[in-house]
């Protein structure tokens, strides 16, 4: 079934009033004015377009998650196929498309089985898509753990890499590692190698380890400011090191509570829209009432929407994609198109998926039609409905 999706204001470079998209199959065809649409509607055979109403509300790109572990009282670790498919569907009412499960620091058998889980996960219509993996972790700093597991915390190992790249293939889209721990700047020659997306994150890395680290190929910076070497003018850090790389994209968790709001205009100001990922790094708590719950081998508890080890140490987010959005505009002031973009486009194009994120012919028939107060009225991926309010 091909389709119309007409009645809304179109999210892209700019926004387009009265607007209206065409899907044939999978791909976006035509993006303009919806009379054109009309026409092409008349021309054509109705009973293989599906006409969607936009309800005057916002036809916007939907969005791709690159960082989360789990929602909706599942963590991703748990290693089962339902655990997945209960994210994919939470995500997919929230206007996720696409996202990246992510791994944490676990033992080498748990994180081969959920390679495997994701290798080999075939979704359902109802469902967000599974784009790959994000191992995050465990080559990692112990100095900068965070929320990551202690104990299972090793040096950077590419016998390890290899018998997981054998398993996914592909699939194996973002790892976040450490430079400078052992053997980490093999870790990243091999990686980009092989095309995959390499961050750095969990980091204690000097200025000058971090930019040797993007010289070699680390093109993604995990949760900036979060987990790693601060800055300090006489000690500029991997934060120093990442706004000073105009070619790096940097995560940002917009929940407000990871970042002050002041340094995400620090860091728009020294990377701009189009170097900024919004993530959310959900939990399981996400979506969820305050209490305690799992990260992997760790209870983290959660309190007035925060997720904390017992010692304090922020552990992931219960933040969903469309609120950073809507922060990024609300509070940050951006524009729809840009936040959009941070949301959608910069995700896609930060693990190599070109032609997904944007509203743009050729690419991807993946939506999320809303209200101007950021309520969901209908997900599409693929050209398909995978969730509708109605």
Sequence with gaps: MNMIITNGTIVTDQLIPHGAVVVIGDKIIYIGDETEARRILKAADKDVFQVIDAQGGYIAPGLIDVHMHGSDGVDLMDGTEESIRTVARYVVKHGVVGFLPSTVTASREKTKKVSQLIADFAGHDDEAEVLGIHLEGPYINEKMKGAQYGPEIRRADLKELEELYNILGKKMRLVTLAPEV?????????????????????????????????QRGISHVTHTFNGMRGLHHRDPGVVGAALAAPEVYTELIADLVHVHPGAIRVLLASKGVDKIVLITDAVQATGLPDGEYVLGDQQIFVEDGAARLKEGNLAGSTLNLLQAVRNMVEVLGLSLPEAFQMASLNPARSIGMDYKGWIKEGNDGDFVIMSSDFQVYMTIVGGKVAYSAD
Excluded: K, N
Aim: glycine letters at 12%; a negative charge.
């Design 182 to 214: 052992p053997q980490g700047l093999e870790a990243v020659d091999w990686l980009v190698e092989r095309g995959v997306a390499v961050s750095i994150g969990h980091s204690d890395a000097t200025y000058e380890q971090a930019v040797e680290g993007f």
